[in-house]
């Protein structure tokens, strides 16, 4: 069973820009989730989606928003990109039931 | 918002030594989880707690979830220099569901060969 898949891995963008980063969940998991992660900071609650609606959402400013598809394909998009921005962003997924969650590998964003 | 302590913040030990990290809140939580995440990977799973008292080992990875349902540890037993990594714990609140987890600050672990 392939595992949460993020993309892209990596990525460098410019203050002001916007960015849209992707998250596969693992087959069956309705439930996907949003963290940001820095060393100061680390392991921060963005949002989760179930099944296309927002369920929770966590302590971000509007910049940062998201959205999940039918087949539960999750995309997270942050406007006008700040230096602070800078972080690991991870997606995790879980089943209806479970409260397990399962990490993808993250996508590195730069701002410069 | 909520918070979990973990302790200690980073260790350094030899191998063949024996770890052990841990994790509270002043809250009660359903669920505990351990993760491992290695430099430039996400957090890789470890072991799932569900149940006040539950104990569960994964190989040389022990963990139990605290009667009180406000504190879990991990134990390594018998470190190699794989197990080096940041280790987190997470937990999730009564009346939260999977999506929304608390995680600890991490435990940095170097083994030394």
């Known amino acids: 069973k392939a595992g949460v898949t993020q993309t892209p891995r990596y990525l460098i963008k410019t203050r002001g820009q916007q960015v849209t980063l992707s998250c596969s969940p693992i087959?069956?998991?309705?439930?996907v989730s949003w963290y940001q992660q820095t060393p100061g900071q680390g392991l921060q609650f963005l949002f989760e989606?179930?099944?296309?609606?927002?369920?929770n959402k966590g302590n971000f400013p509007g910049r940062f928003s998201g959205r999940q598809f039918s087949n539960s394909r999750s995309e997270m998009n942050v406007s006008t990109l700040e230096l602070g921005d800078s972080a690991l962003y991870l997606c995790?997924?879980?089943?209806?039931?479970?409260?397990?969650?399962?990490f993808g590998e993250g996508s590195w964003l730069t701002v410069v | 918002g909520q918070q979990l302590n973990q302790s200690p913040q980073s260790m350094f030990i030899q191998e063949g030594e024996d770890v052990s990290m841990n994790c509270t809140s002043s809250?009660?939580?359903?669920?505990w989880l351990w993760y491992k995440q290695e430099p430039g990977e996400g957090p890789v799973l470890l072991i799932a707690?569900?149940?006040?008292?539950e104990l569960t080992s994964n190989g040389r990875l022990t963990a139990q979830f605290g009667i009180t349902r406000k504190d879990s540890f991990l134990n390594i037993s018998a470190s190699i220099p794989s197990d080096v990594g940041i280790y987190f714990c997470?937990?999730?609140?009564?009346?939260?569901?999977?999506?929304?987890?608390?995680f600890g600050d991490g435990t940095t672990l170097t083994v030394k060969p």
């Open positions: 995790a997924s879980s089943t209806d039931s479970g409260n397990t969650i399962y």
């Open positions: 087959s069956g998991h309705r439930s």
């Open positions: 989606y179930f099944s296309e609606t927002q369920r």
């Open positions: 809250s009660i939580f359903n669920t």
């Open positions: 707690l569900y149940k006040a008292g």
């Open positions: 997470a937990g999730q609140l009564v009346d939260t569901n999977a999506g929304k987890s608390t």
